[in-house]
DNA sequence: GGTAATTAATAACTATGAGTTATCTAATAG
DNA sequence: CTATTAGATAACTCATAGTTATTAATTACC
């Protein structure tokens, strides 16, 4: 008897645990199924603790089977990254930050800090990708992100936040529609209208702030579609089928047959935040942090 | 050639990093030194990385090898304490504790009590809710709350009490007041002033309790005010408005301008109890009972 | 209800590679 | 210039991961 993990315990477990079948996940991992149930057992025996409920055919997790997944898939992963920042470290980069953003973010901010970056740490290289807000918090918890730009007000226990960017929000009209920046007065002249909003899942804090900004226009906004893709919004837009209001620096980089009016007077701003893990371990990250965080305090 | 990293190679990694000596850290490990030699040759074949420089007579980290240290450091501890963390979830220790308590309880035993759950049973959540005496007797019925801490002699059927904390009682005085632990000799020198106590209401153990140490210096003390609150009975006594006998632990966490003198010769005493009932199935609970009863047989 | 198909576990075997002992080379200390 | 201490090399062994063959048990299907 073994009395000692090793990864390969955790990559077969990890396997049947995604697969829940011995077979398929034998085969997924190019060894026999015999050879992996003993592994899975052996490794019960050393953690005792048992991960799988075999009963009858079916193959289920344990509470425990379904922590240790999730953890494996952080340590897995975890180590990847280690690699891959290995062999920067060993030729004197610093490595990689993996970026996850909304679209929104790309417009301005993100273009900017990429050109900094490269301009301050020549040797750090970007990864990026465009997620939703608690796709993001996922991924940032699984370590396959190191940063992300969101629109939340809060974050769970281990992560920091910090606005980097404020942004007026902007109403969003048909070309054609009979309201411009010199007949708008406020929101309740919209009163009537279909509202197309990105969907409330994507983003709890966008949806409660148009909620608010209606509100203190004094009415309740019919809303006839949810989207998130903010393209999606404004060919509905575009098509007469509502109007919407979204944050202003997205009429930047799409073409089409809509007018963006600025909300100015109302308190409501978009505020895009940057997240990370408090104890993730990257150090190009701190360069990228700090980066912002000195950008954020110069501008003030 | 092995292809796959295992958890072995960085424990002899880490080893050799933290000796820098290959015999020191084989005979560390239990192994051979040749063994441990050429594992980490073959870590370094796999990583594609050197780790260490063989100078001479000396090993030393390279700059990867530093940057994996820290690293192998992380994920070995991590993984220590998923394991550790496994067995709490198998066993249902995860969950929340709910726990009422007097404001007088926070002072010293929650604090306590806290800091050595969140150490033994780090899976363990605990919910704190500053409740009265019979509040919490209630909310444990309703199992709204799992355990509580009380100031009570006796509890109905059906519920465990333990004392948990025995502290004298004190006299608050106004800081001007002309008595001081001096001059003070027992409390029959307060037979002329108003009390302010908590009311009976709130704690008729405490109220019953006054009385009798009043009795026992031979006078009925004559109550002007009751509160179910620390801050307002201290608040009542700044102002000179009476005079208070509180359990001497609450000294500590307010600034008031009060002085306390305590009373260190008389036979009452301000008990604080545990209480739970005794059907409760939360697994939790028992291991933080259990918990406050070890301790406080420690502590005899 | 009985046969076929599919599951994971068990048993017996094989062969890879971790770890062993013995030895070598090289550097410093005294 | 030995004696000592370092890590690397070489040849061997042995534990065990992973193999094939089989069993046991459940479900699916005619």
New interface residues.
């Given amino acids: 008897m073994s009395y ?5 315990h955790f990559k077969y477990f990890l396997a049947v645990a995604e697969e829940l079948h011995y077979r398929k996940a034998a085969e997924k991992l190019n060894i026999s199924q015999p050879g992996l149930s003993r592994q899975i057992k052996q490794m019960e025996e050393i ?4 991960l799988f409920v075999r009963s009858k055919r079916k193959v289920t997790l ?3 089977g379904e ?2 997944k999730g ?1 494996v898939e952080f ?1 897995l992963n ?2 990847e990254v ?2 891959k ?3 920067y ?2 030729q ?1 980069d610093f490595g990689e930050v993996r970026i996850g953003f909304l679209g929104s973010a790309m417009q301005e901010l993100i273009p900017k800090l990429l050109i900094n970056l490269k301009d301050k740490f020549p040797g750090i290289r970007t990864s990026l990708e465009e997620v939703s807000n608690n796709a993001q918090i996922n991924a940032l918890l699984k370590d396959r992100l190191d940063m992300g730009f969101v629109r939340l007000s809060r974050v769970p226990d281990g992560f920091n936040i910090k606005p980097v960017y404020e942004d007026t929000f902007s109403v969003v009209l048909p070309e054609q529609y009979p309201l411009s920046s010199q007949n708008f007065k406020d929101v309740s002249q919209l009163s009537k209208e279909n509202f197309i909003l990105f969907s409330q899942d994507y983003s709890p804090l966008y949806y409660d702030t148009i909620m608010s900004i209606c509100e203190d226009a004094g009415f309740t906004p019919k809303v006839s579609h949810k989207s998130v893709h903010a393209h999606t919004i404004f060919k509905l837009v575009e098509n007469n089928l509502g109007v919407a209001i979204v944050p202003t620096s997205l009429q930047y980089g799409f073409q089409m047959k809509v007018k963006f009016i600025e909300l100015k007077n109302i308190p409501q701003k978009a505020v895009l935040s940057m997240v990370w893990k408090e104890d993730n ?1 990257n ?1 190009a990250l701190r360069h990228c942090v700090n980066l912002l965080l000195d950008e954020a305090s110069n501008a003030n």
Same sequence: chains 1, 2.
């Fill in positions: 000692l993990i090793e990864l390969r953690l005792e603790v048992d344990t509470a425990a922590y240790l953890e340590i975890h180590l280690t690699k920042q290995l062999k470290v060993s004197g371990r150090p």
